[in-house]
Structure formats: C-alpha cells, structure tokens
C-alpha cells in the first residue's frame, strides 16, 4: 500500500477531493448517537478540576485495527488492510494508567484494551462489575441467555471464567463506566474517516492537550460508493477488473483543520524485511525464479539502502509533508519488539524490555509520548 506513497506525498491534499470523498461516502447511521457520546465524554473530561482519570485535561484519540474497502454495497467480499490491533489496544491500556482519558477509535473484532489476550467473545459481555468490584453475570435478555448456554455447550465458560486475565475484562468495564474510556467501532474506509472527522471536531476545545495517536492501517485506495456493484459479483462474467480510486490523504485535512492544535502522531510501517524472510522460509530456494528474486533483492538491498533507511527516508518525509509532531516508524516483522520515533530533533529507538516476561514496547513508547506531549504543552502555557 506504500509504493506510491512518496510520489503522492509531494502534493498537497485537494479540497475538491475531500470534499467529492465525503459527498460519495454513505453515511453513518450513528452520527447523532457518536456525537452525543463524544459531547459527554469531552464534557466529563475536561472540566477545571482536570479529567476523571486525574491528569490535566489530557485526552488521546488512538486509532487501531485495518480499515476494509467493500467491494459490493450489499458487501460480501472486500479489501482488508492488515492490523491486529494489538499495538492500538496496548497504547490505551498505557495512557490510561498515565492518566489520559481514551477515545478508542477501533476495527469490530480488533485486539482490545487489556483483553488482548482474550477471544472476542460475546461471553465476555454477559458479565458486569458490581458496585463492591464482584463479578455479576447479566442474564437480561434472550440473547445472554443463549451466549452463556452455547458456551457452557462448547465447554468454553469454564475455560474464561477462571483465566486469570478475565478480570482485565472488568477493567474495561470499570473505565467505560467512570467515563475515561470511549470505545467507537468501524470497519470500512467510510466510518473510519467519518468518525475520526466526528472525534477530532469533539477534540477542539481540547486544543493542544489533545493527541491523535493513529495506529490504524488505513486504506490508500477504494471503489467510490457511486461505482459500486449493489449486490454480489458473480463469477460467471469471468475475470474480474476493478479499478480503486485514490483515498485522499486526510492526515493533512486532520492537522490543518480538523485539529490544528492538538499533539499528532502518525504510524509508518515497512514490510521489506518480511517478503526476504518469507522468500527464504516459505518458498523452494531451489526453484529458479525465486532464486532470482532473493538474488534481486539482495542487489536492491546491498546497492541502495538498508530496510530501515527507506522506513526512516518514509517516516522523515511524512513528519514533514503532513506536519506531524511524530511518526513512529516500525517494520511488521519487528513491530513487537522496537520502533523508531521519529522527530524533527531526534530519532529514538523504542525496544521492549525483554528481561521482563511480557514486558511490551508500547510501555517505553507511551512514557516517550507522554513526556514530548507535557513538553507541547508547556510551550502553550508560556
Ligand atoms: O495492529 P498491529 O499491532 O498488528 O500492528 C500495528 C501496525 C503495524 C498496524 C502499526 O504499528 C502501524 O504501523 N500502523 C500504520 C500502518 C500503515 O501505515 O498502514
């Protein structure tokens, strides 16, 4: 999804294609209800007496999880963009505890804050915290009813109730019900667009305390709503050609008026250590072609530059072209275990702690952005 990437990031966004992207885009049923709960949560947050979760003001809009391009408007098949979700889900769980409160801006079915470890499981949602911390089983309707009989029937509920990490689940629950944490679903390019335009006017007044810390893999390209087949494709007309129109890059919408004062930070991802790794691992050497194939990107790698100075050459111009206050660069086989945060002062490499069991990089990573953020924010103060 990167290959044109450069050549694109030397122009600016045009108007008359966001404003032809939105005009084409369906709309979202939900508006009014995401921006009533937008309104309370920011209301809630920033009063004078600081956040709920105890830190002056300070809201982080994460986004997380791939976006999907349908292909149908009665959507059977679509586009995916790879991302767990992990990383988005991991970042809230370290704001939270630094005291932000959190719009999570996620894909149905991604990685969860503080259940990343859990099944997505509709079981999860028929138990509740009470008022003395105890777990309570909701039995409200039919449907719980029916979760909790076909889990006991697939022998799962034994298996989730006494996980330790269910309880994490209850954290989740905890901090949705004080108000520190806004959970907001998408799964296609057009809700996500539209809801993080709906989060990013709600963040205004927020001003500079406000971070959009966008981890989301979003689409570059997509069928205009206008052009799209209704119903299914059939696969009796033959071979299939379809043309994807361009997604205009909203991270300069978002920067210069969505959210002009607000602390931004953008993700980059490189992919060129994995297709080596993946020609050597899951191919035959032996077979010509890919012995080619190695051969060639062993001459791209050796003759130009390393993985990592094309991520960083990627991630210093997009710090650039779009204004970011951050990119953080990272390579999807690695992802887990370093990034590279990158700066117009600095380039710091984040590396998990791997001396501790279950240590994360997005620990180190989230101290980082908190600590450049207090410093933003300063400069506002002054
Ligand atoms: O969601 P995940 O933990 O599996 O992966 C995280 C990531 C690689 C999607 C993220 O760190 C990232 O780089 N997001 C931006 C992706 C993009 O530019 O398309």
Request: glycine residues 4%; negative net charge.
């Amino acid at each position: 999804m990167d290959a044109i990437d450069d050549a694109n990031q030397l122009r600016e966004t045009p108007k008359n294609e966001v404003i032809s992207f939105f005009e084409s885009t369906p709309l979202l049923k939900d508006a009014a209800e995401i921006e009533k709960s937008l309104k309370e949560f920011v209301d809630r947050n920033t009063s004078s007496s600081g956040n709920l979760n105890g830190k002056a003001n300070r809201v982080v809009c994460i986004a997380s999880g791939g976006t999907t391009v349908p292909l149908e408007k009665q959507c059977v098949r679509y586009i995916d963009n790879f991302s767990s979700g992990h990383r988005g889900a991991a970042s809230t769980e370290y704001f939270l505890k630094a005291g932000y409160s959190v719009v999570f801006l996620y894909r149905r079915g991604s990685c969860q804050p503080f259940c990343s470890s859990l099944p997505d499981d509709p079981l999860l949602e028929c138990f509740s915290v009470a008022d003395d911390s105890s777990i309570e089983a909701l039995f409200v309707d039919a449907l719980h009813v029916e979760t909790v009989k076909r889990a006991i029937t697939e022998n799962r509920a034994a298996w989730i109730i006494t996980d330790s990490l269910f309880s994490s689940y209850f954290f989740v629950l905890n901090a949705v019900a004080e108000g520190i944490l806004l959970k907001l679903p998408f799964t296609t390019i057009f809700e996500y667009l539209q809801i993080l335009q709906l989060i990013s006017v709600s963040l205004r007044d927020v001003g500079p305390s406000a971070i959009f810390f966008l981890a989301a893999a979003v689409s570059d390209f997509y069928i205009p709503w206008e052009s799209m087949a209704l119903h299914k494709i059939q696969s009796a007309s033959g071979p299939l050609d379809i043309r994807l129109a361009q997604v205009p890059k909203m991270l300069s919408v978002l920067r210069n008026e969505w959210a002009p004062m607000a602390f931004h930070i953008s993700f980059k991802v490189g992919d060129h250590l994995v297709l080596f790794d993946m020609s050597l691992s899951a191919m035959d050497v032996k077979d010509s072609f890919v012995r080619k194939y190695i051969i060639w990107f062993h001459d791209y790698n050796n003759n130009i530059e390393t993985d990592t100075d094309i991520l960083l050459a990627k991630a210093t111009m997009a710090l650039k072209k779009y204004k970011m206050h951050m990119v953080i660069a990272n390579e999807l086989s690695t992802r887990k275990e370093e990034v590279i945060v990158v700066t117009e002062q600095e380039k710091v490499t984040v590396r998990r702690d791997c001396t501790r069991a279950g240590a994360e990089v997005e620990s180190p990573l989230v101290e980082l952005v908190v600590d450049r953020h207090s410093t933003y924010i300063k400069k506002f103060d002054a």
